[in-house]
């Protein structure tokens, strides 16, 4: 039941009008396009050939194609519908989310979201990462640039993208190239320990902190500090904010701020966290 996509050697133009920018990342650029016999929206994701630094981009590529290749579907993971290989890009055909990342969606609230929707988009984050970790695989760049809403409604459900680090878990598995965004980034990935899927787990917390506060736990004045304070889980809960928040919000992100991976709550563990499994109706008297 792996998610088939079809792979096209035709020119895109003949079946796809590609229109405005959605987004950029790293590797690719991505425009809203339109499927010109049916008039159906998707979002095209268009990798340049040359290769980037050390092959980075290919290996991206290489990563989303085979990643959203083997998944099977799931409501919270960003479909991929085709493939074209071009002459100079190769771009894929994504479902279409519309609206946009939810790192713009931080930037409207200057403290963060309050706590019934933080928890609810992080519930789905974490479904969609455990049907991940269900399949053995690891997503590595899970951010808020990384989580797109799927409406403008501020109780959106959210969907993931950017499978160009994704892959499947390899026992022992070492990250040489320093992948992801430097605040996200694991304690082992830094150190090139071996990678296990709890890499995805201190990522969530990292997120959560963000999501609650509206700053980021561990970014310090330069790279390198960061990583000083990413090794040594230097952060703390001064942040005034912080006064009104839960004593069940902040533990579940001690318990996946945790420097042994092989410690830190596993997604099943952090779906069945006191945090998560707080009543609905507790969600709306927070409002
Ligand atoms: P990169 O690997 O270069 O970071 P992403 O897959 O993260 O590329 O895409 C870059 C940006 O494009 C995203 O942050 C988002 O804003 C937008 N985007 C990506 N996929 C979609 C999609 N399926 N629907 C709508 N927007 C998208
Ligand atoms: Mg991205």
New binding site residues.
């Given amino acids: 039941n792996a998610n088939r996509f079809i792979c096209n050697y035709e020119d895109i133009s003949d079946s796809y009008e590609l229109l405005e920018e ?7 650029l ?1 425009k809203k396009c339109r499927n010109k016999k049916t008039g159906e929206l998707f ?1 095209a ?1 268009v990798y340049g050939k040359r290769a980037g630094r050390r092959g980075e981009r290919a290996k ?1 590529l290489n990563n989303e194609i085979s990643v959203l290749g083997i998944v099977p579907p799931h409501p919270r993971i ?1 479909k991929l519908l085709e493939v074209y290989h071009g002459q100079t890009e190769v771009v894929l055909i ?4 519309k609206g ?2 939810l790192f713009e969606r931080l930037l409207q609230e200057s403290v963060g979201l309050c706590e019934a929707q933080a928890r609810r988009v992080i519930r789905q984050i974490l479904e969609a990462v455990r049907h991940l970790h269900q399949n053995n695989l690891v997503h590595l760049d899970i951010k808020p ?2 989580v ?1 809403l799927v409406s403008h409604d501020k109780d959106s459900d959210i969907k993931l ?2 499978f ?1 680090l994704a892959k499947m878990l390899k026992e022992g598995e070492i990250i040489r190239d320093m992948v992801g965004t430097p605040e996200f980034v694991a304690p082992e990935v830094i150190n090139y320990e071996p990678i296990t899927l709890a890499v995805d787990m201190w990522s969530i917390g990292v997120l959560t902190y963000i999501l609650l506060s509206g700053s980021s736990p561990f970014l310090g004045d330069s790279q390198q500090e960061t990583y000083s304070n990413i090794s040594h889980v230097d952060y703390d809960f001064e942040e005034e904010v912080f006064d009104t928040i839960s004593d069940n919000a902040k533990e579940f992100i001690t318990k996946l701020l945790v420097k042994k991976s092989s410690k830190r709550m596993t997604v099943e563990e952090s779906l069945n966290h006191p945090w998560m499994r707080m009543p609905l109706s507790a969600d709306t008297s927070l409002e």
């Fill in positions: 959605l987004g950029r990342g790293k590797f690719a991505v979002a994701k991206a960003v994504l479902e279409l989310v946009g990342e640039e990384n797109l993208v950017d160009g």
